[in-house]
């Protein structure tokens, strides 16, 4: 598993994509300049890259949608980059309005390197009167299993009991109330498939700010994500498209029903 990392980060590096500083001391750190895109609809919530489905399965990664710069590439030419492979339906019907700059600084879950992030934050909307669509994810038909020792309260995305898929709120931190609220919310919202190569599709749905932060940065919005993701299934190319440009018809999120 360390080659194998050992090679991805040597590809990263060797296709411009980052680059490797050594300290004084000897330290390893990563470099590596990103472009992403901040999408609001009129109700506030943001356009989330919630997971990618890698042909077999979903991997959850709740994040703004971008891309890593390459060599000498314009934070222009990323953006059209991005728009002509991960955001193609995007293309040409949004207006970025803002673009501000942030440095983060963590270590890689990917390679395990401390790195330094340094995002071109471009700040989006709508282009009123565009029509954006995209493939709707569905969710899978509900098992009938039985639990004897667990309250069905206490279970993301159960049924009465039913189709629990093993991920309990106690133990997760945070309300339990709150989470059982999230937790039914997500349920009900639109989940969007763009396809790439190879039978993969990049995942995305709106989210409200503080949604997207639990979901992307604590252990418990982390297996929440990965409940959510287990009960969709994909919709190819040809599947019934739903509306990208706005929140019609969505829930309201937790806290204000």
Not at 39 to 48: I, P, Q, S, T
Request: with cysteine; glycine share 10%.
């Amino acid at each position: 598993n360390g080659g194998r990392v050992s090679r991805a980060l040597r590809a990263e590096v060797d296709d411009s994509r980052s680059i490797i500083v050594v300290t004084g001391s000897g330290l390893i750190h990563r470099v590596v300049s990103l472009v992403v895109l901040r999408l609001e609809d009129d109700e506030g919530r943001v356009f989330m890259e919630v997971g990618r489905w890698d042909g077999r399965r979903a991997h959850g990664r709740c994040r703004l949608p971008g891309l890593k710069q390459q060599g000498d590439e314009l934070v222009n030419e990323t953006v059209e980059r991005l728009f002509s492979t991960k955001l193609a339906p995007l293309q040409g019907k949004l207006r970025i309005s803002a673009i501000t700059r942030e440095n983060t600084e963590k270590v890689s879950n990917e390679y395990g390197v401390h790195t330094r992030y340094m995002r071109s934050i471009c700040a989006a909307r709508i282009v009123p009167g565009q029509s954006l669509e995209a493939p709707v994810c569905v969710q899978k038909p509900r098992r009938s299993t039985a639990s004897s020792t667990a309250k069905a309260s206490d279970h993301a995305f159960s049924d009465e009991g039913s189709d629990s898929i093993g991920v309990t709120f106690t133990g997760l931190g945070g309300s339990v109330s709150r989470l059982q609220s999230l937790a039914h919310w997500l349920q009900i919202q639109p989940v969007f498939a763009i396809h790439g190569d190879a039978g993969e599709a990049n995942l995305y749905s709106w989210l409200p700010p503080e949604t997207f932060h639990l979901l992307g940065s604590t252990n418990s919005g982390e297996k929440l994500l990965m409940a959510w993701l287990s009960r969709l299934s994909m919709p190819d190319t040809s599947s019934v498209h739903g509306s990208l440009c706005s929140s019609n018809g969505f829930a309201e999120e937790p806290g204000n029903q």
